[in-house]
């Protein structure tokens, strides 16, 4: 074999190698990105959750809602989430501009998140901050950012949260700082 056909040769090699080297990276690249492809998309859509005794305990409604199968999660956008008391009347309206639904029967939501009392003769009107997580099961929210409450004659702020929604229950638990109005006269 003369140098000439050795060096062909071993041109050739090489073009194998680095096509098969830059082939190979492609198609790992194109699997890792379709780990992280919605498994569906939906748009306006309401789920409703049952009690085990078959009364509707919350609703869910999004405008947009994509379900990602690795992740056991998935992504809303402006979800409202209504709980509803023992007697089936509305109770909580929780709203934020994203959130997160995950598989394990909970719920985070983000920015300008807002839960709101829609019952009558509330001790809590409103209670907003810019991140809540709510466990269903337990029906408690929590957060460990700043909130603001209100309510009829009084404005409570604090870092950190944890309420119970059934029982209308909340906890500030740090820097906790009230002020009360007087009824006009």
Not at 11 to 25: E, P, V
């Amino acid at each position: 074999m003369s140098r000439y056909n050795v060096a062909i040769f071993l041109l050739f090699l090489t073009a194998i190698g680095l096509w098969r080297w830059f082939d190979n990276s492609d198609a790992q690249t194109a699997d890792v990105n379709s780990l992280y492809q919605p498994a569906f998309i939906a748009t306006d859509l309401i789920t409703r959750h049952y009690a085990a005794n078959g009364a509707l305990m919350q609703t869910l409604l999004t405008d947009k809602a994509e379900h990602y199968n690795q992740l056991n999660s998935t992504e809303l956008t402006r979800p409202r989430i209504i709980t509803k008391n023992r007697q089936g009347g509305d109770q909580w309206q929780l709203t934020g501009d994203k959130g997160v639904l995950n598989d394990n029967d909970s719920a985070l939501l983000r920015n300008h998140v807002e839960l709101r009392y829609l019952g009558e003769n509330p001790i809590v009107q409103q209670m907003t901050t810019d991140y809540l997580e709510m466990d269903f099961a337990k029906q408690q929210v929590r957060t460990n950012l700043s909130v603001e409450i209100t309510g009829p004659g009084f404005t409570n702020r604090g870092t950190g949260l944890l309420a119970e929604l059934q029982a209308e229950k909340y906890q500030l638990l740090s820097n906790s700082h009230a002020r009360y109005f007087n009824p006009s006269r």
